[in-house]
């Protein structure tokens, strides 16, 4: 009937449904303690409960010195065991804190995370690294060897204050394993569950950003650059990116790379940068044959190069672990993992997944057997 619409896309059309996060971004070198008080001020916040790890405690110091802070807690861990979550939160709720400022890396934000979860206080995060996690909805808790996630709006921070002065005193090496966890929400972003042209933009300008950078990280050899501040600038460029993929992996869900990791790091607590940085060039070459769009949005930033090989070749110039038994996995724990890993594979993974096939994943990752073009690691 002439003028009658159809419910049914046409074919070739686009449709998707997507939902951005709100968050209030603050960013400038040397300009942390500033951003921050004007960050608490704006929500009206009078009693500060500041979580920052004994690593970051004189930053935490300096930078929240005007603030009206009730408690401090320092005893952090990756991972969030969930011993350490109910301390926090009590603490949380005997000081009658009525807002939480975390400072440090992922594990600062993620008991941050805990506490607003538990007790639905607002959050604000000051990053020292490249992590990613103070963008993101995602909060992740340990019981038992079982790493639980999961999303939910009151753990996503109010603000965030980004300051890359901050991490100057950040070795090369973390820089770099740090920076590939943030290179690996943009990598998942391609393919993950809610993934669609707006989060995958988001991961292809983020990782735009990231790979240059990291690549020039590589090409210096050591932490000093030229007197200008190049060095400095280097790590704007990476803050900048790992909120780029994380915004991106925040809207697109977990995809196969960080459900791996997840189980990984809560049953054998390996180290959360490093492992995300050996696993990614493995999972990327599993699914990239299936995902030809995302392989060659990966391809281009390697100049053409297969995307896998790429991540990989970077991950050895920057003199990154190769290989999971390097950080403590074992041989007889392979066959345990990919049992664990399976039933929170998404269904909508771009290939297919059996337990056998992250067997094969995981014992290349952990012999740091080089990648294969074809998809399979073997």
């Not at 074919?11 to 942390?32: C, K, M, W």
């Not at 009206?44 to 009730?70: E, K, Y």
């Not at 965030?160 to 590939?180: E, N, W």
Request: glycine share 10%; with cysteine; aromatic share 2%.
């Amino acid at each position: 009937m002439s003028g009658a619409q159809s419910d049914v896309p046409s074919p070739g059309l686009t449709s998707f449904d997507h939902t951005s996060l709100g968050q209030r971004v603050l960013f400038g070198s040397h300009r942390a303690a500033e951003n921050i008080a004007r960050a608490v001020t704006d929500l009206g916040a009078q009693r500060v409960l500041v979580v920052a790890g004994r690593s970051s405690a004189l930053v935490a110091g300096d930078v929240t010195r005007a603030l009206p802070v009730v408690a401090s807690i320092d005893e952090v861990a990756q991972h969030v065991p969930a011993e350490r979550a109910a301390a926090a939160v009590e603490v949380a709720e005997s000081s009658g804190a009525d807002l939480v400022v975390t400072i440090g890396g992922g594990s600062a934000t993620g008991l941050g995370k805990a506490v607003a979860l538990h007790t639905g206080l607002p959050l604000v995060a000051i990053p020292t690294t490249f992590a990613g996690s103070e963008a993101t909805d995602v909060w992740g808790i340990t019981t038992d060897g079982v790493k639980k996630t999961g999303s939910d709006p009151r753990v996503l921070p109010r603000a965030v204050v980004y300051d890359a002065a901050l991490t100057l005193g950040l070795p090369r090496g973390s820089v770099a394993v740090s920076s590939l966890n943030a290179v690996a929400h943009g990598v998942d972003g391609l393919w993950a569950p809610r993934a669609d042209p707006i989060n995958r933009a988001l991961s292809t300008e983020g990782l735009r950003t990231l790979v240059p950078a990291l690549q020039r990280l590589a090409q210096a050899g050591s932490q000093d650059d030229d007197e200008a501040g190049g060095q400095l600038a280097l790590r704007e460029q990476l803050l900048h990116g790992a909120h780029l993929t994380a915004v991106a992996f925040a809207s697109a869900g977990s995809g196969l790379h960080h459900k791996v990791c997840h189980v990984l790091g809560g049953a054998f607590g390996l180290p959360h940068a490093e492992m995300h940085a050996i696993v990614l060039p493995h999972v990327t070459a599993f699914n990239a044959p299936a995902a030809p769009d995302a392989a060659a949005r990966l391809a281009e930033l390697f100049d053409g190069v297969p995307a896998a090989t790429g991540l990989r070749q970077l991950l050895a110039d920057l003199g990154g672990p190769q290989a999971l038994r390097d950080v403590g996995l074992t041989e007889r724990d392979l066959r345990r993992a990919a049992e664990l890993v399976l039933p929170n594979v998404p269904p909508s993974n771009p290939r297919p997944v059996d337990v056998d096939a992250l067997e094969a994943l995981l014992r290349a990752a952990w012999a740091g057997d080089p990648v294969t073009e074809e998809g399979a690691d073997r």
